[in-house]
């Protein structure tokens, strides 16, 4: 088992994939603590898989403060963070959209991933296996009438990578993975509020995705990548964006030097000497 005796805390642990993490972390000999805003949800999940459990909203500090706080009072110290817990936010055109309700994804997806980070930060220190996984996601273009999420995934992409450099002298590592197109509660969003907010395109695929027609991707691959890289198969891998659907993963460590020495799976400015252009 990779992460066998690593405890291992998991913000949005109650959703599709949260619970696929969850059940992949366990099977793997590891502790896990789930983190969710919803009492029951939480409760289930840490009857299923026998796991610990917590209840806060990641982007309000007064909640993840207090959590971490319990967290080092319960068990001293964490090995593995995954910060899952994420919205669409705001739904809409740019012009159909309310600045205060699309800041919502900003506060949850980026806020919240963030304080997380720094507030468990004392607690990954005391590791000797110290790993941060973020979710990022949103694909690999742009996302019309989805400007809130893709702005706040975006962000987390940035911010890994930034702070993997300031993370290095405490031996931590910190990775981004974008999950893949997973049938999750997300699309029951894009059905609620329809074709003029959500766009045609987006208001189709979420249809076909319910109705089993469009090919979606099972959580457990995302899952699978965590746990490669909350173990040590993963050491000298930090500052990355992974794709669970797009990348070999599983060969990683054969790749190291060339993933670490390059700006592969980093999110890069295209400049015109890239495509062999002189000007």
């Avoid at 019309?144 to 987390?156: D, E, L, N, R, V």
């Avoid at 891998?237 to 030097?257: I, R």
């Amino acid at each position: 088992m990779m992460l066998e005796d690593r405890l291992c805390l998991i913000s949005g642990g109650t959703g599709v994939i949260g619970r696929a993490i969850v059940k992949k972390l366990s099977e793997e000999g590891a502790r896990v603590i789930v983190v969710g805003r919803n009492p029951d949800h939480v409760a289930s999940v840490k009857d299923e898989f026998r796991a610990d459990g917590f209840v806060a909203d990641v982007s309000k500090k007064e909640d993840v403060i207090p959590l971490l706080n319990r967290v080092e009072e319960a068990y001293g110290k964490l090995d593995v963070l995954v910060t899952a817990a994420g919205i669409y936010g705001e739904i809409g055109t740019i012009w159909q959209c309310e600045p205060e309700r699309w800041m919502d994804a900003i506060r949850v997806n980026l806020l919240g991933t963030m304080m997380m980070i720094k507030y468990a930060l004392p607690l990954l220190k005391k590791s000797l296996h110290g790993r941060i996984i973020a979710f990022a996601g949103g694909g690999d273009g742009p996302l019309p009438h989805f400007s809130s999420y893709a702005a706040s995934k975006g962000a987390i992409l940035r911010f890994v990578e930034s702070i993997s450099q300031e993370l290095i002298p405490f031996g931590i590592s910190i990775n981004a993975i974008s999950p893949g197109l997973i049938n999750s509660g997300f699309v029951q969003e894009i059905l609620r509020v329809g074709a003029e907010r959500a766009g045609e395109q987006k208001f189709k695929e979420a249809q076909a995705q319910i109705s089993g027609t469009q090919k979606t991707v099972l959580p457990d691959r995302a899952a699978a990548l965590i746990a490669f890289l909350a173990s040590d198969q993963a050491n000298g891998l930090t500052g990355k964006n992974f794709s669970a659907v797009w990348d070999a993963w599983e060969q990683f460590p054969d790749h190291q030097n060339e993933i670490m020495s390059s700006d592969i799976y980093n999110w890069r400015r295209i400049k015109p000497g890239d495509r062999g252009y002189a000007w």
